[in-house]
């Protein structure tokens, strides 16, 4: 399944490559495009899941902290 994910990305990758066309003066390099890619990745990471995360983080130390009050009545 994963080989068949990173097949499809990289087929993705490779087609928005070559669907750019601007001059050769212009034309980012391989590094650019990953950077850029990398970036909006994290942009969309932290725009639409870093809050979810903090969420669930908050979440957790709420059940965490509720468990050991409860520990704290039974004496354990």
Same mark, same amino acid.
């Given at each position: 399944?994963?080989?068949?994910?990173?097949?499809?990305?990289?087929?993705?990758?490779?087609?928005?490559?070559?669907?750019?066309?601007?001059?050769?003066?212009?034309?980012?390099?391989?590094?650019?495009?990953?950077?850029?890619?990398?970036?909006?990745?994290?942009? +969309?990471?932290?725009?639409?899941?870093?809050?979810?995360?903090?969420?669930?983080?908050?979440?957790?130390?709420?059940?965490?902290?509720? +468990?050991?009050?409860?520990?704290?009545?039974?004496?354990?």
């Amino acid at each position: 399944m994963e080989k068949k994910v990173a097949l499809v990305l990289s087929l993705m990758l490779l087609m928005s490559m070559k669907s750019v066309s601007v001059s050769a003066e212009e034309a980012p390099t391989f590094g650019q495009r990953i950077d850029a890619a990398t970036n909006d990745v994290t942009k +969309f990471f932290n725009e639409h899941a870093g809050p979810a995360v903090d969420t669930v983080s908050s979440t957790a130390k709420s059940v965490y902290n509720w +468990f050991g009050d409860k520990a704290k009545e039974w004496g354990l």
